[in-house]
T-cell receptor, first 114, second 110 residues
Framework: DTEVTQTPKHLVMGMTNKKSLKCEQH?????MYWYKQKAKKPPELMFV???????INESVPSRFSPECPNSSLLNLHLHALQPEDSALYLC?????????????FGEGSRLTVL | QKEVEQNSGPLSVPEGAIASLNCTYS??????FFWYRQYSGKSPELIMF??SNGDKEDGRFTAQLNKASQYVSLLIRDSQPSDSATYLC??????????WGAGTKLIIKP
């Protein structure tokens, strides 16, 4: 069982909808990530939160809005998405600066934009 | 453009044999190296990491790092059908970024 929990597992939304993806971890990790993954491609980094502060934003369109309410929770707010945004959205956590690259992924939220 | 390269495969290996997966990287200042396994439709799972030149063993898995030649490999001994997956190599480079390879699809044939 993964220790990073993502909800919902599947989401279908129209281009005018507003929805949110949620992620929770209870491993005491201080870094949390959002990745986007298309079929047969590696994960693509979107955002990094370190100690609850946004530290990396990989030039992601503003229709994706991250939020880190506390050290255990990470949200990704979605608004006015495009069909090409359909993908698997992965949340990950890592112990922090001492262990870069050691990522623990949730099961992902598979998003379909109609 | 810093790159991490893997043969996309598929790499087909008989059950019980050794599967050898390779990864090369362009940034000579890269610091740490990771292997993730991803089953179809699932999320990546970290299976090995290596920071120093040489071999690191964990059960049936061995990671090998050669910084001079800029390659890292993953050996899977006594391959099982359950090892069939895509294996992603990731490299933490000198700019403190995690660069991913495109992955190698491994098929273990019973």
């Amino acid at each position: 069982d993964t220790e990073v929990t993502q909800t919902p597992k599947h989401l279908v939304m129209g281009m005018t909808n507003k929805k949110s993806l949620k992620c929770e971890q209870h491993m005491g990790h201080r870094a949390m990530y959002w990745y986007k993954q298309k079929a047969k491609k590696p994960p693509e980094l979107m955002f990094v939160y370190s100690y609850e502060k946004l530290s990396i934003n990989e030039s992601v369109p503003s229709r994706f809005s991250p939020e880190c309410p506390n050290s255990s929770l990470l949200n990704l707010h979605l608004h006015a998405l495009q069909p090409e945004d359909s993908a698997l959205y992965l949340c990950a956590s890592s112990p922090g600066q001492g262990a870069p690259g050691e990522l623990f992924f949730g099961e992902g939220s598979r998003l379909t934009v109609l | 453009q810093k790159e991490v390269e893997q043969n996309s495969g598929p790499l087909s290996v008989p059950e019980g044999a050794i599967a050898s997966l390779n990864c090369t990287y362009s940034d000579r200042g890269s610091q740490s190296f990771f292997w993730y396994r991803q089953y179809s439709g699932k999320s990546p799972e970290l299976i090995m990491f290596i920071y120093s030149n040489g071999d690191k063993e964990d059960g049936r898995f061995t990671a090998q790092l050669n910084k001079a030649s800029q390659y890292v490999s993953l050996l899977i001994r006594d391959s099982q059908p359950s090892d069939s997956a895509t294996y992603l190599c990731a490299v933490f480079d000198s700019n403190y970024q995690l660069i991913w390879g495109a992955g190698t699809k491994l098929i273990i044939k019973p």
